[in-house]
């Protein structure tokens, strides 16, 4: 049973009753709670109640058969939310174990662990867990402890401590798994899907939910295999594929019906009525939710009857019934057991009820009361990729205030909503923001920021049903509207294919790169003198753009980067920090490259060592580090005091990692079994670089946050605290690299900014006076970005 080995455990339990059928023997009641026990694993909760209702006989009353008849009916009623038996089953067998059998405290401290639990008593909850870890690391009963563990990563994410529940759910991994508790595997695989799916990372949330269904199939876990498939299709909610989700849905339904636990159908209901509500079906939304409504008395947990209030609010809302749909909502804020989750999407949409009845102040005041949730949730977050993932998760509730305050005519407090969700992981370890921040923000005056800049920002907003650009100038603040973000985002992910292969500017694959300028600079075009510098402030999808590459339209079709001087920026906090900041006058070189890493997979690269020679030779007067060849390792690198240089050059290959940005990594030569400069090392070692430059592919990274935007290699180096970071959209030619980059230093050296030098150098290919040279092929000189840092 322990093993999660279902087929053998009933068949020795069977065969132990055969030979024992009389139920006045011990070992007839052993088997019988050992088979209820079973049938609670299946979510057979009647079924096991059923079989232990006789009373024992009084030579076993108090034996350890009769505390563990307890522990059987206290979990099985507290799995049908029955809790007043609970307790009082869980009491009784608190009194046996007193007198007679302190073995069993730990497996107690556990079943009021899970008791309190389902009560959402989570203090109560984790005392109990944590007693229950104690007595079975004392007891060495691994068994207990794994589930102790899990138990204890549960209370975390129902709390929204997603960084610790991850943490005790990867040990209850690890030791279930060294143990073969295969149940407890199956269980603990999809908390930490869980987990993962709070924070907003579907994809390791869906990654953890399959492997439970999985695991859950091969120990016969019936009820947690329906459970887990209404999960994988939360986790494809959450990844945007309605689709997929209702499908897996529509499959555990009958399922779900068919199976004596109302929880799970409760579940799987209520997740096809959000489906139908976000796609617009409300009465069939309605229906769903009336289904779950109807159950509520046959066994539900707390969490599903706040989830079906906050349903039936948002129905309510949509069919314009505000004072039913105020009072389910002020419902679902005033529950104390509700999670967090639950908080702020009942204040947002409580917001948008006000709204829409004329109450502005009423409105307002949810909506920052939201948005204040969220934050106490993200600032109580350890790790940098704990909190990227959860602000991309709620990014949708900014845009509620957003859109709001544009309805309002507040222009420029709704574009400090706004960059309250810009690099707020990035601003606060370099240290630009304090952790905890509010509506309005002190000290951001934009058109400031432009002047000391002395450029045009173009601050991007994109969203479902409009998307918004502010173009900050020195003296005025102006906002467009755009097209829904479903208008732009396919024609980025065309584009961006198209681009590596076109020849110019006329080339037949360009309209897409020109129905992207109309959408995203023409409206600002009148804004934007020619020979501007424009400092990008991206959202979403742009971040994968490069719109030097955009096509402006005319007679003479050209590039942007004919007309304008292009930087890429995080936010209007870190503009304000790198205005404010001195540029190193010093001129010292860190260069590395012409490495030896494991071949394959990566292949050297014939052209590293004479790109390396061409960028030596501009700090020939200054000091100069060079790691290259066996040596240039990545415990050398950091060995190196790379914190003391202006310059860090690296020619070498570079990973992109999307479904773990902090993964991405430098390759250098190995030593041992390492030669990745992950991304999560290097935000570990303080920099003072006036620019780093990765001359390797994918160095600006391939995922995209919102807020933050592409997380990867150039990411870690502007978050290590260098104050610009040149990095590859996509693969990079070995070819015209070294060309490219001899030009960029030199003019650099010769007194010009790196944004300037940068695109002097792409003008130099585009223009090149070979007409037939393949570098003037966006995919040779376009794949290198500027990211402005602190």
Not at 624 to 642: D, H, I, M, Q
Request: charged share 25%; aromatic share 8%; proline share 5%.
């Amino acid at each position: 049973m322990r093993r999660g080995e279902p087929a053998a455990a009933l068949g020795e339990i069977e065969h132990c009753l055969q030979r024992f059928p009389s139920e006045k023997t011990e070992w007839h009641w052993r088997c019988r709670v050992l088979k209820a026990e079973f049938l609670h694993q299946q979510g057979s909760e009647k079924e096991a109640l059923a079989l232990v209702q006789p009373e024992l006989p009084a030579f076993l009353a108090g034996s350890d058969v009769a505390v563990r008849r307890r522990f059987l009916q206290g979990m099985a009623s507290a799995f049908m939310q029955k809790l007043p038996e609970a307790d009082k089953y869980l009491a009784e067998a608190e009194q046996l174990i007193k007198a007679n059998h302190p073995e069993l405290s730990g497996e107690l401290a556990l079943k009021r662990g899970t008791y309190y639990f389902f009560k959402g008593e989570m203090e109560l909850a984790g005392t109990s867990y944590q007693k229950a870890l104690h007595e079975a690391r004392q007891q060495n009963d691994q068994f207990l402890e794994t589930s102790a563990l899990s138990g204890l990563g549960l209370v975390a994410t129902q709390e929204g401590h997603y960084d610790e529940s991850i943490d005790r759910n990867r040990a209850a991994l690890e030791l279930s798994r060294s143990i073969g508790a295969r149940a407890s595997l199956a269980n603990t695989l999809g908390n930490m899907g869980w987990s993962y799916a709070e924070l907003g990372d579907f994809e390791s949330a869906l990654t953890y939910y399959k492997e439970a269904e999985e695991a859950s199939v091969k120990s016969g876990l019936v009820s947690a295999q329906i459970s887990w498939l209404t999960s994988i299709a939360y986790a494809h909610q959450g990844l945007h594929d309605d689709g997929s989700a209702e499908a897996i849905l529509k499959q555990a339904l009958p399922l779900a019906r068919a199976h004596d636990s109302k929880e799970t159908l409760a579940q799987c209901l209520t997740q096809l009525s959000w489906i139908a509500l976000r796609t617009g079906r409300n009465e069939v939304a309605a229906a769903y939710a009336q289904e779950v409504s109807d159950l509520e008395g046959q066994g539900l947990g707390p969490r599903l009857v706040i989830e079906t209030k906050l349903l039936r609010g948002l129905i309510a809302s949509r069919r314009r019934n505000y004072a039913e749909a105020e009072k389910s909502l002020q419902e679902v804020i005033r529950e104390p057991r509700a999670i967090k989750f639950q908080k702020w999407t009942g204040h947002a949409e409580l917001a948008k009820v006000y709204a829409d009845e004329g109450l502005s102040a009423k409105g307002e005041e949810e909506f920052r009361r939201s948005l204040e949730t969220i934050d106490s949730v993200r600032v109580s977050l350890r790790t940098e990729e704990s909190r990227l993932s959860f602000l991309f998760n709620t990014i949708a509730f900014f845009n509620d205030y957003v859109e709001f305050l544009i309805s309002h005519d507040r222009i420029k407090d709704a574009l400090q909503v706004a960059e309250l969700s810009r690099a707020r992981t990035l601003a606060e370890g370099l240290g630009a923001v304090p952790k905890a921040l509010s509506f309005p923000l002190p000290d951001i005056y934009p058109e400031r920021i432009a002047q000391r800049s002395n450029a045009i920002l173009l601050f991007y907003w994109l969203a479902p049903k409009n998307s918004y650009l502010w173009v900050i100038a020195p003296h005025k603040t102006s906002l467009l509207k755009l097209p829904p973000d479903s208008d732009i985002d396919p024609l980025i992910k065309s584009y961006r294919k198209e681009v590596l292969v076109m020849r110019d500017a006329q080339d037949s694959g360009s309209d897409d790169g020109e129905k992207l300028y109309a959408m995203l600079v023409e409206p600002a075009k009148k804004l934007i003198p020619p020979g501007s510098r424009v400092i990008l402030l991206p959202e979403s999808s742009l971040y994968g753009l490069n719109f030097e590459t955009l096509i402006v339209p005319g007679p003479q079709p050209h590039f942007w980067i004919e007309d304008v001087t292009l930087t890429t920026g995080s936010s209007l906090t870190m503009l304000a920090a790198s205005t404010s900041r001195p540029t190193p006058q010093e001129k010292t070189l860190f260069l590395v490259g012409d490495t030896k890493p494991p071949n394959p997979p990566f292949a050297p690269l014939p052209q590293a060592a004479e790109e390396m020679k061409q960028v030596k030779k501009y700090f020939s007067g200054g000091h100069t580090r060079v790691l290259e060849g066996g040596n240039a390792t990545p415990l050398a690198f950091l060995k190196s005091n790379p914190e003391k240089y202006s310059y860090l050059h690296f020619v070498t290959h570079g990973t992109a990692s999307l479904s773990r940005p902090l993964e991405s990594a430098v390759i250098l030569s190995q030593e041992g079994d390492s030669y990745k400069l992950y991304a999560r090392d290097i935000v570990q070692h303080r920099l003072n670089a006036n620019l780093v430059t990765i001359s390797a592919c994918n160095g600006a990274g391939t995922r995209s946050y919102s807020g933050e935007g592409l997380v990867g290699l150039s990411w870690a180096f502007l978050r290590a605290g260098a104050h610009n970071v040149i990095g590859a959209l996509w693969e990079v030619s070995d070819a015209s690299t070294p060309q490219l980059m001899d030009a960029f230093y030199r003019e650099l050296f010769q007194g010009k900014d790196a944004a300037t030098a940068l695109r002097d150098a792409k003008l130099g290919l585009l223009h090149s006076a070979d007409p037939d040279s393949v570098f003037k092929n966006p995919f040779y000189w376009a794949p290198f970005q500027i990211y402005a840092g602190s």
